[in-house]
């Protein structure tokens, strides 16, 4: 079972900022927080991922709390095309593509 | 584009055909791994490949059949499948299973009738 809960859906206004909470209280010590999300119909594409350091990269940034119970994905200024399903998954370094995914958080970005 | 290609897109087929996934990666990624995302339902990992010998099979019944030739391609056979295996296939690859990130191809829709 995934680790992680995070809310069925968001909407979010385009050119806005859009925060996807995730809670994942029962992480361990060596397990990193990555994003995924999956535009409908296609592959899911890798956003970032974090220990405990908070993490920015082209597409995004992700917040992580200090006790590491939970995380934000933050999209700065979200986009039509960034209406997808984002997963937050929980997982140790050394396992590469072996994912759990949860049911994750769709996001619609309206006009 | 991810760089990793999945044929066919579309798959329609009967109950007692045998037909085949393909999956190929440009990469140089020594790991693979093929998902499953039925309707309603989280993507479930099905095999990983590393360094094309089989190093995980999450319970997956013996009518899917996976194949790694090489490091650049993986495949899955398929024979008498249900219709309740209908659902979304997808290859992933990863430079290999202690790397961080996951690239996905676009998946093959598989309709069973």
């Known amino acids: 079972d995934a680790k992680t809960t995070q809310p069925p859906s968001m909407d979010c206004a385009e050119g806005r900022a859009a925060n996807l909470p995730c809670n994942h209280s029962?992480?361990?010590?060596?397990?990193?927080v990555y994003w995924y999300r999956q535009i409908h119909s296609q592959g899911p594409q890798y956003i970032i991922h974090g220990l405990k350091n908070n993490e920015t990269n082209e597409m995004a940034s992700l917040i992580i709390t200090e006790d590491r119970k939970s995380s934000t994905l933050i999209l700065p200024h979200a986009t039509l095309r960034d209406t997808a399903v984002y997963y937050c998954i929980v997982s140790p370094y050394n396992q590469g593509g072996k994912l759990i995914f949860g049911q994750g958080t769709e996001l619609s970005v309206k006009p | 584009e991810t760089g990793v290609t999945q044929t066919p897109r579309h798959l329609v087929m009967g109950m007692t055909n045998k037909k085949s996934l393909k999956c190929e990666q440009h990469?140089?990624?020594?790991?693979m791994y093929w998902y499953k995302q039925s309707a309603k339902k989280p993507l479930e990992l099905m095999f990983v490949y590393s360094l094309e010998e089989r190093v995980e099979n999450n319970s997956v019944p013996s009518r899917f059949s996976p194949e790694c030739p090489n490091s650049s391609h993986l495949f899955l056979h398929l024979h008498t499948l249900q219709p309740e295996d209908s659902a979304l296939y997808l290859c992933?690859?990863?430079?290999?299973?202690?790397?961080?990130?996951?690239?996905f191809g676009q998946g093959t829709r598989l309709t069973v009738v």
């Open positions: 990469l140089g990624h020594n790991a």
């Open positions: 029962t992480i361990s010590g060596n397990e990193y």
């Open positions: 992933a690859s990863s430079q290999d299973t202690a790397n961080t990130e996951a690239f």
